[in-house]
């Protein structure tokens, strides 16, 4: 069975860290690109991030570019997103996706992921 485990989210101030965790069972992640999204309360799930460990392709909504960096670990099978320079707006719930090579060019579409894992909840106190 495919699964995903998101981890890592806690309660930081503005300014601080966190690193997220996605641990993939079930599939290498060769085989598909892993989305990072997040949904505050009261709105839709939007991409963070997301990357294609075959190719080393990694990609950002404009809002956490240069504050975040997604990475992966093949050994491991997990992808990690290292969130810096954290802001009060960051506050979310935050899942991990896997979805198959081709949705790259429209990585921000959480439709065309295939897996979901549970989420993971970010606060950022001001």
């Known amino acids: 069975d495919v699964q995903l485990q998101a981890s890592g989210g806690g309660l930081v101030q503005a300014g601080g860290s966190l690193r997220l965790s996605c641990a993939a069972s079930g599939f290498t992640l060769d085989d598909y690109v892993i989305g990072w999204f997040r949904q505050a309360p009261g709105k839709e799930r939007t991409g963070v991030s997301c990357i294609s460990s075959s190719d080393g392709s990694t990609y950002y909504a404009g809002s956490v570019k240069g504050r975040f960096t997604i990475s992966s670990d093949n050994a491991k099978n997990t992808v990690y997103l290292e969130m810096n320079s954290l802001k009060p707006e960051d506050t979310a719930v935050y899942y991990c996706?896997?979805?198959?090579?081709?949705?790259?060019?429209?990585?921000?579409?959480?439709?065309?992921?295939?897996?979901w894992g549970q989420g993971t909840q970010v606060t950022v106190s001001s």
């Open positions: 996706a896997a979805g198959p090579p081709y949705i790259v060019g429209g990585w921000g579409w959480a439709r065309q992921y295939d897996y």
